[in-house]
């Protein structure tokens, strides 16, 4: 199908196309779509609670870590004083000065800068989303669901391993289990 076509399949395949893409780059920190960014402060007070606003990027579909120390260690939760900040619409609100350093899950419209394990949970996503509509067949469906599952795993299991290992905190826990 092309860009152009303008029969059911294509039609279908419009509807849903952004929301699936959407979706299942903000459900999990894929590798090929993480960013950082240094934000300024937005001039103008906040309302209550904290000091400062920072307007998010354009791109931003998921928050991993904010942060007012340029060269943070971005492990998640681990050795990491996590400063307090709320978001709200598609501001962060917080007390951190400026600049903050942001690192988030970005949307990418280009498809050539998806991993390919990525591509095909993707289309197997849309082949879900659109396959009662296209085929009238439950049955169908179910298989598209199977293929989902299978794909996604795989390639949340590829992205996994191009990011470092977590260090675990050393809680009386973590050590009892020595």
């Known amino acids: 199908m092309a860009e152009t076509d303008n029969n059911a399949q294509s039609r279908a395949i419009e509807a849903v196309y952004d929301g699936v893409l959407d979706n299942l780059l903000r459900i999990y920190r894929w590798s090929f779509a993480i960013r950082r960014a240094q934000l300024a402060a937005l001039t ?8 400062f606003q920072y307007q998010l990027p ?6 991993d870590a904010v942060s007012d120390v340029p060269h943070q260690e971005w492990h998640y939760g681990y050795h990491m004083p996590f400063p307090r900040y709320q978001v709200e619409g598609r501001k962060i609100l917080t007390d ?5 350093y942001l690192r988030y899950g970005a949307k990418l419209d280009d498809p050539s800068q ?17 396959c009662e509509t296209v085929t009238q067949s439950s049955t169908k469906k179910q298989a598209a669901m199977q293929d989902f599952e299978l794909a996604i795993r795989q390639a949340r299991q590829a992205s996994a391993i191009e990011r470092p290992p977590i260090q675990q905190q050393e809680t009386s826990w973590f050590t009892s289990r020595l």
């Open 44 to 51: 103008g007070e906040t309302v209550y609670g904290y000091q």
């Open 58 to 63: 354009a791109d931003c579909l998921r928050i």
């Open 96 to 100: 951190m000065e400026s600049p903050v």
């Open 114 to 130: 998806y991993d390919s394990a990525f591509t095909e949970a993707f289309a197997c996503a849309l082949a879900v989303e659109i």
